[in-house]
Protein backbone atom coordinates (compact mmCIF):
# COMPACT_ATOMS: atom_id res chain seq x y z
CA UNK A 1 0.00 0.00 0.00
CA UNK A 2 2.69 2.76 0.57
CA UNK A 3 4.33 1.73 -3.05
CA UNK A 4 0.99 2.59 -4.44
CA UNK A 5 0.92 5.57 -2.52
CA UNK A 6 4.27 7.03 -3.12
CA UNK A 7 3.24 6.09 -6.74
CA UNK A 8 0.12 7.94 -6.44
CA UNK A 9 1.94 11.19 -5.17
CA UNK A 10 4.74 10.44 -8.15
CA UNK A 11 1.88 10.84 -10.76
CA UNK A 12 0.27 13.92 -9.15
CA UNK A 13 3.46 15.88 -9.31
CA UNK A 14 4.34 14.72 -12.69
CA UNK A 15 1.02 15.55 -13.98
CA UNK A 16 1.75 18.79 -12.24
CA UNK A 17 5.09 19.88 -13.20
CA UNK A 18 3.65 18.72 -17.41
CA UNK A 19 0.60 21.54 -16.63
CA UNK A 20 3.53 24.06 -14.97
CA UNK A 21 6.03 23.46 -17.73
CA UNK A 22 3.43 24.12 -20.65
CA UNK A 23 1.89 27.32 -18.98
CA UNK A 24 4.43 28.57 -16.56
CA UNK A 25 8.04 27.68 -17.60
CA UNK A 26 10.14 24.68 -17.67
CA UNK A 27 10.81 22.67 -14.30
CA UNK A 28 13.75 20.85 -14.64
CA UNK A 29 15.16 17.78 -12.18
CA UNK A 30 17.40 15.46 -14.59
CA UNK A 31 20.79 15.85 -15.58
CA UNK A 32 21.15 13.66 -18.46
CA UNK A 33 19.44 12.40 -21.50
CA UNK A 34 15.41 12.03 -21.38
CA UNK A 35 14.13 9.38 -23.54
CA UNK A 36 10.78 9.61 -24.28
CA UNK A 37 8.42 6.44 -24.94
CA UNK A 38 4.90 5.88 -25.33
CA UNK A 39 3.02 2.88 -24.41
CA UNK A 40 3.86 0.39 -27.11
CA UNK A 41 0.89 -1.92 -26.19
CA UNK A 42 -2.20 -2.02 -23.61
CA UNK A 43 -0.16 -4.34 -21.72
CA UNK A 44 2.45 -1.89 -21.14
CA UNK A 45 0.08 0.25 -18.93
CA UNK A 46 0.06 -2.95 -16.75
CA UNK A 47 3.41 -3.15 -16.10
CA UNK A 48 3.90 -0.08 -14.49
CA UNK A 49 3.83 -0.47 -10.57
CA UNK A 50 0.82 2.55 -10.17
CA UNK A 51 -1.45 0.42 -11.68
CA UNK A 52 0.08 -2.71 -11.60
CA UNK A 53 -1.57 -4.45 -8.45
CA UNK A 54 -4.64 -2.53 -8.93
CA UNK A 55 -5.78 -4.48 -12.39
CA UNK A 56 -4.40 -7.73 -11.19
CA UNK A 57 -7.20 -7.39 -8.15
CA UNK A 58 -10.08 -6.19 -10.61
CA UNK A 59 -8.94 -9.35 -12.70
CA UNK A 60 -11.20 -9.32 -16.17
CA UNK A 61 -12.85 -5.76 -15.38
CA UNK A 62 -9.78 -4.30 -15.79
CA UNK A 63 -9.87 -5.17 -19.58
CA UNK A 64 -12.62 -2.63 -20.02
CA UNK A 65 -11.35 0.35 -17.40
CA UNK A 66 -7.59 -0.46 -19.57
CA UNK A 67 -9.75 0.58 -22.91
CA UNK A 68 -11.63 3.35 -21.51
CA UNK A 69 -8.68 5.17 -19.75
CA UNK A 70 -6.92 5.17 -23.25
CA UNK A 71 -9.75 5.43 -25.31
CA UNK A 72 -10.88 8.75 -23.72
CA UNK A 73 -7.31 9.94 -22.59
CA UNK A 74 -8.00 9.75 -19.64
CA UNK A 75 -4.16 8.98 -17.89
CA UNK A 76 -1.58 11.87 -18.29
CA UNK A 77 1.89 10.85 -19.39
CA UNK A 78 3.92 9.23 -16.67
CA UNK A 79 7.01 8.36 -15.41
CA UNK A 80 7.49 4.91 -15.95
CA UNK A 81 10.92 4.67 -15.01
CA UNK A 82 15.23 6.04 -15.02
CA UNK A 83 17.74 5.87 -17.05
CA UNK A 84 20.85 5.04 -15.17
CA UNK A 85 24.86 5.02 -16.04
CA UNK A 86 28.13 5.54 -14.40
CA UNK A 87 27.25 8.25 -12.66
CA UNK A 88 24.12 7.14 -11.41
CA UNK A 89 20.75 8.54 -12.54
CA UNK A 90 21.19 10.38 -15.65
CA UNK A 91 17.17 10.66 -17.34
CA UNK A 92 13.86 9.41 -17.07
CA UNK A 93 11.60 7.36 -18.87
CA UNK A 94 8.38 8.81 -20.53
CA UNK A 95 5.49 6.91 -20.96
CA UNK A 96 2.15 8.51 -23.01
CA UNK A 97 -0.50 5.36 -22.31
CA UNK A 98 -2.95 7.11 -24.52
CA UNK A 99 -0.71 7.02 -27.44
CA UNK A 100 -0.52 3.10 -28.14
CA UNK A 101 1.03 1.97 -31.48
CA UNK A 102 -2.30 0.74 -33.17
CA UNK A 103 -3.93 5.01 -32.29
CA UNK A 104 -0.96 6.31 -33.36
CA UNK A 105 -1.19 4.73 -36.67
CA UNK A 106 -4.60 4.85 -37.05
CA UNK A 107 -4.17 8.88 -35.97
CA UNK A 108 -6.46 8.69 -33.38
CA UNK A 109 -8.22 11.41 -31.79
CA UNK A 110 -5.93 11.97 -28.20
CA UNK A 111 -2.85 9.66 -29.58
CA UNK A 112 -0.89 12.54 -30.83
CA UNK A 113 -1.98 15.16 -28.50
CA UNK A 114 -1.05 13.05 -25.15
CA UNK A 115 2.66 12.40 -27.13
CA UNK A 116 3.14 16.12 -27.19
CA UNK A 117 1.82 16.15 -23.70
CA UNK A 118 4.34 13.67 -22.73
CA UNK A 119 7.26 15.84 -24.63
CA UNK A 120 6.42 18.79 -22.35
CA UNK A 121 6.44 16.52 -19.16
CA UNK A 122 9.76 15.66 -20.49
CA UNK A 123 11.25 19.09 -20.70
CA UNK A 124 9.82 19.58 -17.40
CA UNK A 125 11.55 17.02 -15.64
CA UNK A 126 15.41 17.57 -17.46
CA UNK A 127 17.98 20.58 -17.00
CA UNK A 128 20.60 21.53 -19.69
CA UNK A 129 22.16 19.30 -22.22
CA UNK A 130 19.38 17.21 -22.65
CA UNK A 131 18.20 14.92 -25.56
CA UNK A 132 14.86 13.09 -26.04
CA UNK A 133 15.20 10.06 -27.59
CA UNK A 134 11.57 9.61 -29.17
CA UNK A 135 10.53 5.85 -28.95
CA UNK A 136 8.89 3.19 -31.47
CA UNK A 137 6.21 5.25 -33.59
CA UNK A 138 6.42 8.22 -31.50
CA UNK A 139 8.84 9.92 -33.67
CA UNK A 140 6.84 8.95 -37.25
CA UNK A 141 4.00 10.62 -35.82
CA UNK A 142 5.47 13.62 -34.83
CA UNK A 143 6.97 13.95 -38.79
CA UNK A 144 10.07 12.20 -37.85
CA UNK A 145 11.05 14.20 -35.20
CA UNK A 146 11.05 17.27 -36.56
CA UNK A 147 7.68 18.39 -34.88
CA UNK A 148 9.16 18.37 -31.71
CA UNK A 149 10.22 22.06 -30.60
CA UNK A 150 14.26 22.32 -30.40
CA UNK A 151 17.37 24.75 -29.13
CA UNK A 152 20.54 24.66 -28.47
CA UNK A 153 20.02 22.37 -25.11
CA UNK A 154 17.11 20.18 -25.87
CA UNK A 155 17.22 17.89 -28.96
CA UNK A 156 15.27 15.09 -30.31
CA UNK A 157 17.14 12.09 -31.70
CA UNK A 158 14.67 9.58 -33.49
CA UNK A 159 17.04 6.16 -33.46
CA UNK A 160 16.09 5.50 -36.64
CA UNK A 161 19.64 5.47 -38.55
CA UNK A 162 20.77 3.73 -35.39
CA UNK A 163 18.37 1.09 -36.38
CA UNK A 164 18.80 0.91 -39.70
CA UNK A 165 22.96 0.51 -39.28
CA UNK A 166 22.29 -2.09 -36.20
CA UNK A 167 20.42 -3.68 -37.86
CA UNK A 168 22.22 -4.28 -41.19
CA UNK A 169 25.44 -5.62 -38.93
CA UNK A 170 22.97 -7.89 -37.25
CA UNK A 171 22.03 -9.72 -40.75
CA UNK A 172 25.33 -9.42 -41.84
CA UNK A 173 26.81 -11.04 -37.97
CA UNK A 174 24.04 -13.79 -37.93
CA UNK A 175 24.57 -14.78 -41.54
CA UNK A 176 28.45 -14.93 -40.66
CA UNK A 177 27.88 -17.24 -37.52
CA UNK A 178 25.45 -19.65 -40.26
CA UNK A 179 28.07 -20.18 -42.23
CA UNK A 180 26.91 -18.09 -45.37
CA UNK A 181 28.59 -15.78 -47.08
CA UNK A 182 26.83 -12.05 -47.39
CA UNK A 183 28.22 -12.35 -51.48
CA UNK A 184 26.26 -15.51 -51.58
CA UNK A 185 22.59 -14.73 -49.58
CA UNK A 186 19.91 -13.51 -50.31
CA UNK A 187 18.08 -11.03 -48.05
CA UNK A 188 14.12 -10.81 -47.36
CA UNK A 189 12.68 -7.54 -46.36
CA UNK A 190 9.75 -7.19 -45.31
CA UNK A 191 8.36 -3.20 -45.12
CA UNK A 192 10.74 -2.55 -47.74
CA UNK A 193 8.75 0.54 -48.88
CA UNK A 194 8.98 2.60 -45.87
CA UNK A 195 12.30 4.64 -44.96
CA UNK A 196 13.67 1.53 -42.16
CA UNK A 197 13.42 -0.71 -44.58
CA UNK A 198 14.62 0.99 -47.92
CA UNK A 199 17.47 2.12 -45.78
CA UNK A 200 18.73 -1.15 -44.80
CA UNK A 201 17.81 -2.96 -48.36
CA UNK A 202 20.46 -0.40 -49.25
CA UNK A 203 23.36 -0.65 -46.80
CA UNK A 204 23.01 -4.61 -47.09
CA UNK A 205 23.17 -3.56 -51.00
CA UNK A 206 26.32 -1.91 -50.12
CA UNK A 207 27.97 -4.28 -48.11
CA UNK A 208 28.29 -6.93 -50.32
CA UNK A 209 25.32 -9.02 -49.89
CA UNK A 210 23.96 -11.17 -53.12
CA UNK A 211 20.46 -10.37 -53.52
CA UNK A 212 17.12 -8.39 -51.68
CA UNK A 213 13.68 -9.61 -52.18
CA UNK A 214 11.89 -5.99 -51.40
CA UNK A 215 8.30 -7.23 -49.75
CA UNK A 216 5.57 -4.60 -48.97
CA UNK A 217 1.86 -5.25 -48.67
CA UNK A 218 1.19 -1.24 -50.37
CA UNK A 219 1.44 -1.35 -54.24
CA UNK A 220 1.89 2.24 -53.71
CA UNK A 221 5.86 1.91 -52.73
CA UNK A 222 6.57 -0.30 -55.56
CA UNK A 223 8.23 2.52 -57.33
CA UNK A 224 10.56 3.30 -54.32
CA UNK A 225 11.30 -0.51 -54.15
CA UNK A 226 12.27 -0.36 -57.73
CA UNK A 227 14.78 2.07 -57.38
CA UNK A 228 16.57 -0.41 -55.36
CA UNK A 229 18.11 -2.19 -58.22
CA UNK A 230 20.46 1.08 -59.00
CA UNK A 231 21.65 -0.54 -55.85
CA UNK A 232 22.33 -4.26 -57.18
CA UNK A 233 20.01 -7.49 -57.49
CA UNK A 234 16.47 -6.54 -56.09
CA UNK A 235 13.09 -8.52 -56.73
CA UNK A 236 10.01 -6.20 -56.03
CA UNK A 237 7.48 -8.36 -54.49
CA UNK A 238 4.00 -7.23 -53.60
CA UNK A 239 2.40 -9.57 -50.24
CA UNK A 240 -0.87 -8.73 -47.94
CA UNK A 241 -0.45 -12.19 -46.92
CA UNK A 242 2.43 -13.76 -44.35
CA UNK A 243 2.28 -17.09 -46.59
CA UNK A 244 3.27 -14.85 -50.09
CA UNK A 245 6.12 -14.17 -48.66
CA UNK A 246 9.33 -15.35 -50.40
CA UNK A 247 11.77 -17.52 -48.84
CA UNK A 248 15.57 -16.82 -48.74
CA UNK A 249 18.61 -17.00 -46.37
CA UNK A 250 18.03 -14.56 -44.11
CA UNK A 251 14.66 -11.83 -42.93
CA UNK A 252 14.54 -8.61 -41.93
CA UNK A 253 11.17 -7.36 -40.76
CA UNK A 254 10.14 -3.63 -39.96
CA UNK A 255 6.49 -3.67 -40.05
CA UNK A 256 3.14 -2.75 -37.75
CA UNK A 257 0.82 -5.50 -37.98
CA UNK A 258 -2.25 -5.79 -35.50
CA UNK A 259 -0.92 -8.99 -34.63
CA UNK A 260 2.35 -11.40 -34.87
CA UNK A 261 2.85 -12.74 -38.77
CA UNK A 262 3.87 -15.82 -37.89
CA UNK A 263 2.63 -18.35 -35.28
CA UNK A 264 3.67 -22.25 -34.56
CA UNK A 265 1.44 -23.45 -37.44
CA UNK A 266 4.44 -21.85 -40.24
CA UNK A 267 7.65 -23.66 -39.26
CA UNK A 268 7.86 -24.89 -42.47
CA UNK A 269 7.97 -21.80 -44.34
CA UNK A 270 10.15 -20.14 -41.64
CA UNK A 271 12.97 -23.01 -41.25
CA UNK A 272 14.21 -21.45 -44.76
CA UNK A 273 15.58 -18.26 -43.22
CA UNK A 274 18.76 -18.89 -41.21
CA UNK A 275 18.29 -15.22 -39.68
CA UNK A 276 15.89 -13.56 -38.51
CA UNK A 277 16.28 -9.36 -37.42
CA UNK A 278 12.85 -8.37 -36.18
CA UNK A 279 12.24 -4.32 -35.68
CA UNK A 280 8.30 -4.60 -35.81
CA UNK A 281 5.93 -3.51 -32.90
CA UNK A 282 4.47 -6.25 -32.22
CA UNK A 283 6.98 -8.71 -33.30
CA UNK A 284 6.35 -10.75 -36.29
CA UNK A 285 6.56 -14.03 -34.35
CA UNK A 286 4.54 -15.05 -31.76
CA UNK A 287 6.69 -17.12 -28.58
CA UNK A 288 5.43 -20.39 -29.49
CA UNK A 289 6.91 -19.63 -33.49
CA UNK A 290 10.39 -18.31 -31.90
CA UNK A 291 10.53 -21.69 -30.01
CA UNK A 292 9.72 -23.95 -32.92
CA UNK A 293 12.36 -21.71 -35.21
CA UNK A 294 15.34 -21.58 -32.87
CA UNK A 295 14.63 -25.23 -32.32
CA UNK A 296 15.10 -25.99 -35.90
CA UNK A 297 18.88 -23.97 -35.20
CA UNK A 298 17.57 -20.64 -36.68
CA UNK A 299 18.80 -17.08 -35.34
CA UNK A 300 16.82 -14.34 -34.23
CA UNK A 301 17.09 -11.43 -32.52
CA UNK A 302 15.07 -7.90 -31.84
CA UNK A 303 17.16 -5.29 -32.67
CA UNK A 304 19.14 -4.39 -29.49
CA UNK A 305 21.68 -3.14 -28.14
CA UNK A 306 23.98 -3.89 -24.53
CA UNK A 307 25.80 -1.18 -22.52
CA UNK A 308 27.82 -2.95 -19.28
CA UNK A 309 27.22 0.66 -17.79
CA UNK A 310 24.19 1.98 -18.47
CA UNK A 311 20.63 0.49 -17.83
CA UNK A 312 17.41 1.38 -17.94
CA UNK A 313 14.25 0.56 -15.08
CA UNK A 314 11.72 0.60 -17.22
CA UNK A 315 10.31 -3.02 -18.60
CA UNK A 316 9.89 -2.75 -22.41
CA UNK A 317 7.26 -5.90 -24.01
CA UNK A 318 9.51 -8.20 -24.83
CA UNK A 319 12.08 -7.83 -21.75
CA UNK A 320 14.22 -5.97 -23.55
CA UNK A 321 14.94 -3.55 -20.64
CA UNK A 322 13.95 -3.76 -16.89
CA UNK A 323 14.16 -6.04 -13.65
CA UNK A 324 15.12 -9.29 -14.33
CA UNK A 325 13.69 -11.21 -11.02
CA UNK A 326 15.88 -14.31 -11.85
CA UNK A 327 19.53 -13.22 -12.16
CA UNK A 328 18.47 -10.07 -9.56
CA UNK A 329 19.64 -7.37 -11.79
CA UNK A 330 18.43 -4.85 -13.83
CA UNK A 331 18.93 -5.56 -17.97
CA UNK A 332 21.42 -4.19 -19.64
CA UNK A 333 19.77 -3.98 -23.06
CA UNK A 334 18.33 -1.31 -24.77
CA UNK A 335 16.24 -0.32 -28.08
CA UNK A 336 18.40 1.52 -30.79
CA UNK A 337 16.15 5.08 -30.18
CA UNK A 338 17.43 4.35 -26.25
CA UNK A 339 20.46 3.41 -27.59
CA UNK A 340 21.56 6.76 -29.73
CA UNK A 341 19.83 8.70 -27.03
CA UNK A 342 22.57 7.48 -25.06
CA UNK A 343 25.44 8.04 -27.30
CA UNK A 344 24.36 11.52 -28.32
CA UNK A 345 24.43 12.65 -24.60
CA UNK A 346 27.33 10.95 -24.26
CA UNK A 347 28.77 13.58 -27.17
CA UNK A 348 29.32 10.33 -29.40
CA UNK A 349 27.02 11.97 -32.01
CA UNK A 350 24.81 14.82 -33.09
CA UNK A 351 20.83 14.08 -32.58
CA UNK A 352 19.42 12.68 -35.83
CA UNK A 353 15.78 13.48 -36.63
CA UNK A 354 14.21 13.11 -40.51
CA UNK A 355 14.77 10.14 -42.99
CA UNK A 356 17.36 7.66 -42.01
CA UNK A 357 19.74 7.56 -45.09
CA UNK A 358 22.90 4.52 -45.19
CA UNK A 359 25.58 6.90 -44.73
CA UNK A 360 23.87 8.60 -41.16
CA UNK A 361 23.17 4.72 -40.42
CA UNK A 362 26.93 3.59 -40.91
CA UNK A 363 27.89 6.98 -38.83
CA UNK A 364 25.47 6.26 -35.94
CA UNK A 365 26.50 2.85 -35.81
CA UNK A 366 30.24 3.29 -35.58
CA UNK A 367 29.21 6.50 -32.96
CA UNK A 368 27.20 3.37 -31.21
CA UNK A 369 30.48 0.81 -31.38
CA UNK A 370 32.66 3.94 -29.72
CA UNK A 371 30.68 4.75 -26.93
CA UNK A 372 30.61 1.16 -25.31
CA UNK A 373 27.39 -0.41 -26.71
CA UNK A 374 27.80 -4.17 -28.69
CA UNK A 375 25.38 -5.94 -30.44
CA UNK A 376 23.06 -9.03 -28.75
CA UNK A 377 20.74 -11.12 -30.25
CA UNK A 378 17.66 -11.12 -27.60
CA UNK A 379 14.57 -13.17 -28.32
CA UNK A 380 10.88 -13.00 -27.86
CA UNK A 381 11.25 -14.61 -24.64
CA UNK A 382 13.43 -12.03 -23.33
CA UNK A 383 16.65 -14.37 -23.32
CA UNK A 384 19.96 -12.79 -25.09
CA UNK A 385 23.35 -13.95 -26.16
CA UNK A 386 25.97 -11.88 -26.68
CA UNK A 387 27.88 -11.23 -29.97
CA UNK A 388 31.44 -12.13 -29.05
CA UNK A 389 33.18 -11.28 -32.16
CA UNK A 390 33.93 -7.98 -33.79
CA UNK A 391 31.40 -6.62 -35.27
CA UNK A 392 33.40 -3.57 -36.45
CA UNK A 393 35.29 -5.59 -39.75
CA UNK A 394 31.65 -5.58 -41.13
CA UNK A 395 31.69 -1.58 -41.32
CA UNK A 396 33.44 0.02 -44.30
CA UNK A 397 36.29 2.14 -43.79
CA UNK A 398 34.81 5.12 -45.63
CA UNK A 399 33.29 6.37 -42.47
CA UNK A 400 35.73 7.27 -39.45
CA UNK A 401 35.43 8.29 -35.91
CA UNK A 402 37.23 11.56 -36.86
CA UNK A 403 34.61 12.34 -39.41
CA UNK A 404 31.90 12.64 -36.57
CA UNK A 405 31.30 16.06 -35.76
CA UNK A 406 29.82 16.93 -32.42
CA UNK A 407 28.74 20.26 -31.01
CA UNK A 408 30.68 21.36 -27.95
CA UNK A 409 27.27 22.04 -26.19
CA UNK A 410 25.89 17.96 -26.85
CA UNK A 411 29.36 17.27 -24.51
CA UNK A 412 28.01 17.01 -20.96
CA UNK A 413 30.61 18.33 -18.32
CA UNK A 414 29.47 15.88 -15.68
CA UNK A 415 30.56 12.74 -18.04
CA UNK A 416 33.63 11.32 -18.61
CA UNK A 417 34.42 11.18 -21.86
CA UNK A 418 37.12 8.12 -21.67
CA UNK A 419 33.75 5.51 -21.52
CA UNK A 420 34.30 3.21 -24.82
Not at 91 to 105: D, K
Not at 241 to 246: F, G, H, R, V
Request: charged content about 20%.
Amino acid sequence: MERYRAGIKEYIQDSLMAYAGVHFGKVRLYDGPMFLIHSLTEDSLRLHPLFKSLLKKLGKRSDVIVRMAINHDLISPIRVGELRGPQGVCGAVVASPTATIPRLVLRQNGAVSSLKRAISLAGCLTRTNTIIGLGAMSASSLSLGKAVGTNDMVRPTTGHNSTVGWSALLILEGLSQSRMEPSESTVVVLGAGGNIGLSVSKLLLNSGVKRVIAVDSSSAKTERMVELQTYGQVEVVIAQDAKEIPRGDALFAAVSEPKPLFSSGDINQLSGYKVIVDDSFPQILTESAYKGYTSLGGRYTMVVATHKDWYSTFELPGRISGYDKVNDNYRHNHPLCQAEAIAAFLGYIEPLTGLADETNALRAVKALLRAGFQPVFHGVDGGSRPVWRDVSRWIPNGVRFEDLKVPSYLVPSLMSMELG
